[in-house]
Every structure is written in C-alpha cells, then in structure tokens.
C-alpha cells in the first residue's frame, strides 16, 4: 500500500507540474482544461473556510452566505470537469486520480468545516469515511482489482455537493437548519448505498476472476 501511495503522489506531482504547463500554453490547453476545473476544487475548500471561520468569529451572516456559494461553485467544478473532459477528449490516468483526491478533499474538508456550523455534518463525514474504508480495504487486499466509482457513486455527487454548499446557511436560521438537516438525512442513506454498492461491484469482479 506505501508503494501505491508513493507512485501516486509522484504520479501527481508530475502530472500537476505538466497539466500547469501545457494550460498556459495556446496550443495544448484545451486538453487541460478539465484538469484545471478538477484542480480547483483543491482550492476552494482552503477559500471557503478561511471565508466561514472570520463568517463565524465575527458573527457575520453575509460571509456564512458567501462562503456557501464558494462551496457551491466548488460543487459545479465538478459537473464542469466531465464535460470539458467529454468535449475535449481529454481523458487521462492523471486526470482520474486527480479527480478522486479532489473529491475526497473538497467533502472531507468543507465537511469538517461545517461541524462548526452543524454537528450533524458528522453524519456525512461518516459516510465518506466509510466509502473510502471499504475502498482502501479492496485495494490493499487484491492489488489487481480495478476500483471504479460505481453509479450509485457518481449519483451520490449530487446530493453530497448539495448538501456540503447548503451547510453554510443553516446556520443563519432555524428554517434553512431544518433544511440542511433533510438534505443530511437523505445524502447519508445514499452514502450507505453506495457503500454496498462498491461492496456488490468489487465481490461480482472478485467472482469472476476466481
């Protein structure tokens, strides 16, 4: 499991220091474009709760608002990736495990953010752990087994991001905490889900290399 992880931070480092490269040059940028988008929401959570802690400490409303629509912004990267992607035909190893790092460190931490907000965003945080638990555990124990975000996976990026950008309002008023609270309740079960989704997709491929 060390080797993997080494190979994939050189494998990150190298493809970030190309991607940066080739985007700010005319005659291969658009085949990083989506990388770029992807990129982003490397930064918009480190924005986003610089923004909601001074929100917090200041007692201040409008920046809990704005901090949410950084978040949300975040969460449209994410739409806007793939379809950069699909138009440029711009697919690439660097460009999957960039968006898998992105995803797990825009949820994990604006979820941790919003704890200060509304200790019911543990419940989310959970969830996540739980997804890449049963993610790391078939990893470690067959090597050869392709892990791919199975569609209940890619289906549960909507709710997730939905919920994530609206958590910075709940706080604002007892009607938007009720709110946020639907939307922890419903983006949890899908959570869960997709944990026996990834538990059903890895035992059937497991099946059929036996």
């Not at 200041?58 to 950069?84: E, Y």
Request: charged fraction near 20%; hydrophobic fraction near 45%; aromatic fraction near 14%.
């Amino acid at each position: 499991m060390k080797d993997e992880i080494k190979r994939d931070w050189h494998d990150l480092i190298i493809g970030t220091k190309k991607m940066f490269k080739e985007f700010f040059n005319k005659k291969t940028n658009k085949k990083q474009r989506a990388n770029m988008w992807t990129f982003t929401r490397l930064i918009v959570p480190l924005i986003t709760i610089t923004c909601s802690f001074i929100g917090i400490l200041l007692n201040n409303k409008v920046l809990l608002v704005i901090s949410g629509c950084i978040a949300g912004f975040g969460a449209i990267t994410d739409f806007m990736d793939g379809r950069s992607s699909r138009k440029h035909k711009s697919y690439s190893d660097y460009g999957k495990l960039l968006d898998q790092i992105s995803d797990k460190v825009f949820a994990f931490l604006i979820c941790i953010n919003l704890l200060f907000i509304n200790l019911n965003y543990i419940f989310i945080l959970i969830g996540e752990v739980l997804i890449s638990i049963v993610n790391i555990t078939y990893k470690c124990r067959y090597k050869n087994l392709n892990i791919e975000s199975t569609l209940m996976g890619k289906f549960k990026q909507f709710p997730l991001f939905i919920t994530l950008a609206i958590g910075y309002i709940s706080g604002i008023d007892k009607v938007y905490c009720i709110i946020s609270n639907i939307f922890i309740v419903f983006t949890f079960i899908v959570e869960l889900l997709t944990v026996f989704s990834y538990i059903k997709t890895n035992n059937k491929k497991l099946k059929g290399k036996i």
